[in-house]
C-alpha cells in the first residue's frame, strides 16, 4: 500500500532550502580548518591592525558622539556583511551544479541560502564582538536594539539583492568576481568605514552618498550610539530603492538565463 503525499509549492520550496542549508553548513565546516576561526580572527586583526596604524599617526581617536574603536567596529561589521552577501552569492550557482539535476531546485535556491548562512554568521561574529569589546570596558552595547536589528537587515538585504544580480553574470561572464574583488577595497574606504564622512570636504559629500552602503553603515552607527551625529542626506529610502532595483533585476535575470545558469 502506498501513501502519497501531496505538498505545495512552498513546502517543497522549504525542503529544499533546509537540505541545502545543511550541505552549505557541513562544507564550510569541512573544507577548511580555519573557517570558522577565520570569521571572527579577521574583524579582530582589522580592529587590531587599524587601531595600532591610528594611534602610531597620532590621530584624535574620538569621534562625534561616539568613541573611536567602537564607531570603527560597528562600520567595519556592517561592511563585512554587505561584502560576504555578495561575494558568496557569486559562487553559489556554479558550487551547486550538481543539484539542479533535481527539478526542485533552483539556481536562486542556491544565491539565498548562501546569503542567509552569511546573515546569520556575520550576526554571531557580531554578537561575539560586542560582547567582548563590552568585558574590555568599550561602550558598544546599542542605544536602539530594535533600530539597530532593523538596519542590520537592510544591509543584508542590498548585499543579497546585489547578490542576486551578480551571481548571474558572475556565471555567465567569470571576469565578474575580479572586478567586483577590485571595487571592493576602494569601496571599504569610500563608506566611511575607516574615516568618519564628517572629516572630509562638504563638497564631497554629495558623490559619497551615491554609494548606498554609505546609508547604512551611518543609519547603524546612529542606532548604536545615542549622541552620534550622521552627515546631511544620510537615507535609508535611497538605500531601499536600490534593493527592491536590485532584487528585481536579478529575479528577471535569473528567470532569462535560468536555462543557461543550469546548463552552463
Known sequence: MTIEVNRSSWQVTLDVWRAMFLREIVSRISADRLGWVWLLIEPVLHIVLFVA????????????????????????????????????????????KALFAYRQVQPLDAVLVRCFIEGILKTLVLMLIVGGATLLEHHILPHDLLGVILIWGFIWLLGTSIGIVLSVLNTILPETEKIVGLIMLPL?????????????????????LLNPITHGIESLRHQFFEHYQTIAGIDLMYMGQWTLCCFFL??????????RLIAK
Open 188 to 208: 571599504y574606504f569610500l563608506s566611511g568605514v575607516m574615516m568618519p564622512l564628517q572629516f572630509l570636504p562638504h563638497a564631497l559629500h554629495p558623490y559619497l
Open 53 to 96: 596604524i591610528r594611534q602610531l599617526m597620532g590621530r584624535v581617536r574620538f569621534i562625534p558622539g561616539a568613541e573611536f574603536v567602537p564607531w570603527f567596529v560597528v562600520g567595519m561589521m556592517g561592511f563585512f556583511l554587505f561584502r560576504q552577501a555578495i561575494t558568496r552569492s557569486m559562487g553559489a550557482i556554479n558550487g551547486n
Open 250 to 259: 536579478g529575479l528577471l535575470l535569473h528567470l532569462r538565463y535560468r536555462i
